[in-house]
């Protein structure tokens, strides 16, 4: 069996070692990935003498995996969960036509204070920013954002629509609490309830593997936040409980191969 794994060059730099460790299991169940960047893709398009049973898009872009499904190539995620994981606005109105709280965005935040200013495709917690703090010249695609109090925030780690692992993160002095960003994290035991939650937002996607993330107030609702599509397993390593690289790839080959039957 043999697959692609796809990744923009500037976030492979960062994540070669996550790519080597897929492909080392991969090759221990059987399997061969091939790793290509997006920007050689768009250039060149796809060589005929590549054999791919399957594509791994890490690469945030849905374009790219319609691309594939236009032409019946199966892809880890589809198309519509890179989609709500990398346009916040396309995910608050999924939670939004669902009946599920998320912070509200504002049409309007004249005379607003503590107004949350983000990139709406941006993430990993990167250029976020209390109002006030935003350069003037660089409002391009952001959205403006209730700020709420919370507890902090909340990873669950989905794997064909199941809870692997939840994470419970919070900032450590600084307004975001991205781990890769020096927040702290520990475990999240999780009540029947909000378990119930997760479930009830994540019944009508179809996840191969994703963090679905959520705010909890003080009373312990959670809050939807986003959908990280390219998820991340640094937490997991650091905790001692990350075993989702091999539930990944168990999970690829079983839907691979119901596909090419």
């Known amino acids: 069996m043999n697959g692609l794994i796809i990744y923009q060059k500037q976030d492979y730099e960062k994540n070669c070692d996550y790519v080597k460790w897929l492909k080392e299991v991969a090759i221990k169940k059987g399997c061969h990935l091939t790793l290509m960047f997006l920007e050689d893709f768009f250039n060149n398009g796809l060589s005929p003498d590549y054999n791919i049973d399957f594509v791994i898009n890490r ?101 064909n629509n199941k809870i692997i692992h939840a994470v419970l993160r919070r900032p450590n002095g600084k307004l975001v609490s991205n781990y890769s960003q020096g927040g702290v994290c520990e475990i999240f035991k999780y009540s029947e309830k909000q378990e119930k939650t997760v479930y009830s937002f994540i019944k009508d996607l179809s996840i191969d593997y994703a963090g679905v993330d959520f705010l909890v107030d003080s009373e312990g609702e959670l809050i939807f936040n986003e959908i990280e599509d390219v998820v991340g397993s640094r937490m997991l390593s650091y905790l001692g409980i990350n075993n989702t690289t091999d539930l990944y790839l168990d999970h690829i080959m079983v839907i691979t191969q119901k596909v090419t039957k």
Not at 69 to 91: D, H, Q
Not at 101 to 130: A, D, E, F, Q, R
Not at 131 to 146: A, G, K, Y
């Open 59 to 159: 690469s945030r872009s849905y374009e790219v995996s319609l691309i594939f499904e236009l032409n019946n190539v199966r892809v880890f995620n589809s198309s519509n969960i890179t989609l709500l994981g990398n346009n916040k606005l396309a995910a608050y109105k999924y939670a939004h036509d669902k009946g599920f709280k998320y912070p509200g965005v504002y049409l309007s935040w004249i005379g607003k204070k503590h107004v949350l200013s983000k990139p709406n495709t941006g993430h990993g917690g990167y250029g976020i920013s209390m109002l006030e703090d935003v350069s003037s010249n660089n409002w391009t695609e952001r959205l403006q954002q209730e700020l709420i109090n919370t507890e902090g925030d909340v990873r669950f780690y989905i794997i």
